[in-house]
């Protein structure tokens, strides 16, 4: 009998419980991250492909109207400039946070991003894969997702304002949920205006 381990029964049944618990938060951390994750995702990807196939139809309609984009006016030409950036900055937007640990998340580079959300030929006319080739992959490390959603909306913005069309209602509801989020009446809740009365869309049956 050994009188050591009578001693310490109180510590070693301490550490065996406190290492059960820990492996059962582990496991239920996971599975409850990994829905999590797939839920935001879904609604962070579906607003950006929603930018994205809208720069690609407004640029596809410019072009179409020209043969050569010296011929559009220059009205047109600052319409596709600020299209040409806005696909620009979603296609070099990454796939993983790298601000917390990019061994660990694993992110792409740059160019894999870039070839992955970019059509072929619309990367090829704005050279798009060569900006992403000259200035390397190290640019990954240094962006972050939530940085970078926020300057693709600002663009969004600037671009709804040149091409004199109205702001997706999510897109909107965004910069006013940042705007009054220390309000408390409109704090975690996307709200819209109509003559001064405040409504969520999302309430909406269409």
């Known amino acids: 009998l050994d ?16 290492d ?9 951390g996971k599975f409850e991250g990994r829905s999590i ?17 809208m720069s690609q139809t ?29 696909l620009s900055l979603i296609a070099s937007f990454p796939m993983a946070n790298t601000a917390s640990s990019a061994v660990a998340l694993g992110q792409e580079g740059s160019l894999g991003a870039l070839q992955s959300h970019t059509p072929p030929h619309k990367a090829a006319q704005s050279g798009l894969i060569a900006k992403a080739q000259d200035e390397g ?18 663009r969004y913005k600037s ?5 004199g069309v109205r702001q997706r209602i ?14 408390g ?11 001064g009365r405040a409504f969520n869309p999302e309430h909406l049956a269409f």
């Open 137 to 154: 992959e190290d640019v990954d490390a240094q962006l972050d997702i939530l940085d970078h959603l926020e300057r693709i909306r600002a």
């Open 159 to 163: 671009l709804c304002s040149v091409l």
């Open 20 to 28: 059960d618990g820990h492996h059962h938060g582990v496991l239920h």
């Open 185 to 195: 009446i409109l704090s975690g809740a996307r709200m819209a205006f109509v003559k």
């Open 37 to 53: 994750g797939r839920t935001k995702g879904f609604e962070l990807w579906e607003e950006v492909g929603y930018y994205e196939s």
């Open 3 to 18: 009188l050591d381990t009578l001693d310490n029964v109180e510590e070693s049944s301490y550490h065996v419980g406190y």
């Open 58 to 86: 407004w640029l596809s309609l410019l072009d179409a109207q020209t043969s050569h984009p010296a011929a559009l006016s220059r009205k047109q030409q600052k319409q596709r400039q600020q299209l040409v950036n806005l």
């Open 170 to 183: 999510r897109a909107a509801d965004a910069e006013h949920e940042k705007a009054s989020d220390g309000d």
